[in-house]
């Protein structure tokens, strides 16, 4: 019985749904909207250019573009150079305003169009840890997210060789999760609802509960790294109703939108814990070998996470660019 859950029945009020949940797993926001980063108290929260420009739309958050353009106009960089560097500044500035409110990490998110450069992807995620550092911000308290490409999981081993912990995100599949793991990754984020989103459309039938194959990948990732004693941390990402996130209640960490937290935090319908780590330990599971070429065969053997993998780069960097954009008429 959860320590929630034994103290519901002494007083005889109910618990909800999110507080059971934290029970077994960290629960992270995944916003850039401060106020429901307070209201729900998670642990950690992530961000991406997508959120990102979404709050700068908001007026409450305006000003922090505001503050950052008017600091960085006399950098000495210009043209492309300037706008890239104003916004660094801003996704540090908001991960450093998230860092006031949550106890734990804020991921921040390196530019998708750099998710097939290694050395580029190095590169900016120094640059925004050096960012984090001028504001006396620990590394430790951050996440560099990148793309779950071979490129980009050989950029995170390096940073990871550095301290500089990294989330790889817009990962599918179980090689994605396995190369990672092997590369010493510090947190992986698999997209359940995009995998679901596939696999529906690809059917043409709805999934739910268990049988729901973005609940299932999770699974697979997590019973792996627990069978073979990989350190690296599984958060399910992407949800597209609670029913996901309940089949996954003891994954290490989910990152949940403010309309789904706000769903589990107003129902007080009882939750069990669905994945253990003892019980990965007895799982029948066969060790993947891989190397580059394995990798990619594999990868790209797998029609779901190959389209989705390209799909997710595609939009991430459609975001980064209309942020620029936007940028751009700020400074104009």
């Known amino acids: 019985m959860t320590t929630a859950v034994a103290e519901e029945k002494k007083s005889g009020s109910k618990t909800s749904q999110l507080d059971q949940l934290k029970e077994f797993t960290?629960?992270?926001?995944?916003t850039g909207d401060f106020e429901s980063i307070r209201e729900f108290q998670p642990e950690d929260a992530t961000t991406n250019p997508s959120l990102i420009f979404a709050a700068t739309q908001k007026e409450q958050y305006a000003h922090l573009?505001?503050?950052?353009?008017a600091e960085r106009k006399s950098s000495g960089f210009s043209g492309a150079a300037q706008i890239e560097d104003i916004i660094d500044n801003l996704l540090v500035a908001f991960g450093a305003e998230i860092l006031e409110i949550v106890p734990g990490r804020v991921s921040t998110e390196?530019?998708?169009?750099?998710?097939?450069?290694t050395e580029g992807s190095i590169k900016k995620g120094r640059q925004l840890i050096e960012l984090y550092e001028k504001r006396g911000i620990d590394r430790k308290r951050v996440l560099i997210k990148i793309a779950s490409t071979w490129e980009g999981i050989n950029a995170a081993e390096q940073l990871q060789k550095e301290g500089i912990n990294c989330n790889l995100?817009?990962?599918f599949s179980l090689p994605?999760?396995?190369r990672c793991a092997e590369a010493k990754v510090q947190l992986v984020s698999p997209f359940v609802g995009r995998i679901y989103d596939w696999f529906k459309a690809a059917n043409k039938r709805d999934y739910s509960g268990a049988e729901d194959p973005g609940v299932q990948s999770v699974g697979e990732i997590y019973t792996y790294y627990k069978k073979f004693n990989y350190p690296t941390e599984v958060m399910g990402a992407s949800f597209r109703n609670v029913g996901q996130i309940i089949e996954l209640a003891g994954c290490d960490l989910l990152?949940?939108?403010?309309d789904l937290l706000e769903k589990l935090s107003s129902s007080d319908e009882p939750i069990e814990r669905k994945l253990d780590p003892a019980k990965a330990k007895e799982a029948d599971?066969?060790?993947l070998n891989l190397d580059e070429k394995t990798f990619r065969y594999l990868l790209n053997d797998d029609a779901m996470a190959t389209e989705k993998t390209a799909e997710g780069i595609r939009k991430f960097a459609a975001d980064i660019v209309k942020l620029e954009k936007f940028v751009a008429g700020k400074l104009a």
């Open 26 to 30: 960290k629960v992270v926001a995944d």
């Open 65 to 69: 573009l505001t503050e950052v353009i």
């Open 110 to 117: 390196t530019d998708a169009r750099l998710s097939f450069d």
């Open 169 to 171: 995100t817009l990962l």
């Open 176 to 178: 994605q999760a396995v």
């Open 255 to 258: 990152t949940i939108s403010p």
């Open 285 to 287: 599971v066969k060790k």
